[in-house]
């Protein structure tokens, strides 16, 4: 089957560096995303890993292993406005077409 | 280049009711996903469209249908609303070769 975790709530410290990970069981796995979500609005896309290793983007970064069905999202120097609830998906392919398929996301709260 | 627009922006329906919602598409984009979102929960895949046909469609009974138009706009129809329905309704579209996902921002329909 498919399947997607993620931690449910995390909090850290402004200033600090957090890693969210996120687990999958999916077939036609065919690319892993992380969104933003700010309570009351539409996701945002912040990264996107189809190979692979780490992929870097000002002060977020994402890490895929493929072999392992497991990804993290980096956040560093963060700050207030980062508290959100951030969603990993995996792009699903099977069937002839493209899919998103979401965890229940991650609220992170950040502290002064 | 314009984003992903929906409208309406909320709604409020009652039980039996039907609803359409609406989605402009980013220019170039030939694919249209919609998403329902619970609250907590993150978005469920509804179904696609391409080239004005439904191409995909994930677990969520007839009565969720969709249209999509030449220029790429789309609509989605729910009918005999029930209560289980009141959710953030997202569309996204992308390119056949499935770009990353950009979503509008949303239709929160609350059926009560």
């Known amino acids: 089957g498919q399947n997607i975790d993620q931690p449910t709530e995390m909090t850290a410290t402004e200033g600090a560096i957090v890693q969210i990970n996120c687990t999958y069981q999916t077939s036609g796995f065919n690319g892993l995303f992380w969104y933003q979500q700010h309570a009351g609005e539409a996701p945002t896309f912040l990264s996107y890993n189809v190979l692979d290793g780490l992929e870097e983007k000002g002060r977020f970064s994402s890490f895929l292993s493929r072999s392992k069905g497991y990804s993290y999202l980096l956040l560093k120097e963060l700050q207030m406005k980062d508290s959100a609830s951030y969603l990993c998906a995996v792009r699903d392919g099977s069937g002839g077409y493209n899919k998103l398929i979401f965890g229940a996301g991650t609220r992170l709260a950040v502290h002064p | 280049e314009t984003g992903v627009t929906q409208s309406p922006t909320h709604l409020i329906k009652t039980r039996g009711q039907q609803v359409t919602l609406r989605c402009s598409s980013q220019?170039?984009?030939?694919?249209v996903s919609w998403y329902q979102q619970a609250l907590g929960q993150g978005p469920q895949f509804i179904f696609q469209y391409y080239r004005e046909e439904e191409n995909g469609r994930g677990n969520f009974p007839p009565r969720f249908s969709g249209l999509q138009f030449p220029n790429y706009s789309s609509e989605l129809n729910v009918n005999a609303l029930e209560l289980d329905d009141s959710a953030l309704y997202l569309c996204a579209s992308s390119t056949r070769s499935g770009s990353p996902l950009h979503f509008g921002n949303g239709t929160r329909l609350t059926v009560t």
């Open positions: 220019s170039g984009h030939n694919t």
